[in-house]
């Protein structure tokens, strides 16, 4: 199995411009979640679900949109990107099992916003 | 709301010396406790949990890490590190909300060298 794949691996992209991160994970987890990584800052939940049809806010949500369709799809989208959204973005995916359970994470991606 | 903190931003050691990662945690409530390493260029994977029973919990590659209670720690530790330990270590506490919100600490990078 991928596990989770995340497209692109990297991206320049224009201020103003939108773009969508995309997920996708083979292994039938209910929950999936969007980290953005900063150098100093470590992981910072932007959005997550923890089913299909539903999502919720994490900690560093502005900026950002997310849907689930599906179990295996969650993008994230930038509807007009700035500066400030420069980072690595990590997909990352579980079955909830009240805290216990292990994150699986895919590889990310860099997005440079000019 | 629950919060990590990780006191060395990086860690430098020769290979074959043992290492130890400081991870403290606010303890408003239980929690379960991950530590997840970070190679060059690639995603998050666990290393080591501790959701109950013995303080010392052993994860892959020899590392090992003590819950200590009193002290609010879970501190990461290897007797001998190699080349290939160098890499980014996160400290991240469980919530304790029921959907599993992990709060990552900022990282520790250990550089080993020969």
């Known amino acids: 199995t991928a596990g989770i794949t995340q497209a692109p691996t990297s991206q320049i992209l224009a201020a103003g411009r939108s773009m969508t991160l995309r997920c996708t994970q083979d292994m039938r987890h209910n929950a999936m979640y969007w980290y953005r990584q900063d150098l100093g800052l470590g992981l910072r939940l932007i959005h997550y679900s923890n089913t299909a049809g539903t999502t919720g806010k994490g900690e560093v949500p502005d900026g950002y949109s997310v849907s689930r369709a599906n179990t295996d799809d969650f993008p994230l989208t930038l509807a007009s990107a700035v500066p400030s959204q420069t980072s690595v973005y990590f997909c990352?995916?579980?079955?909830?099992?009240?805290?216990?359970?292990?994150?699986?994470f895919g590889p990310g991606t860099r997005l440079l916003v000019l | 709301a629950q919060s990590v903190t990780q006191l060395d931003s990086q860690v430098p050691v020769f290979e074959e010396a043992p290492v130890e990662l400081r991870c403290n945690y606010s303890?408003?409530?239980?929690?379960?406790l991950f530590w997840y390493v970070q190679y060059p260029n690639q995603g998050l994977q666990l290393l080591l949990k501790y959701l109950s029973g013995s303080t010392l919990v052993k994860g892959i590659n020899g590392f090992e890490a003590e819950f200590n209670k009193s002290q609010t720690s879970f501190h990461l530790r290897k007797p001998s590190v190699h080349i290939s330990d160098t890499a980014e270590y996160f400290c991240a506490p469980e919530t304790g909300t029921g959907f599993q919100k992990l709060v990552f600490g900022t990282g520790t990078r250990l550089l080993v060298s020969p």
């Open positions: 303890s408003s409530v239980s929690v379960y």
């Open positions: 990352a995916s579980t079955n909830p099992r009240g805290g216990q359970e292990t994150q699986y």
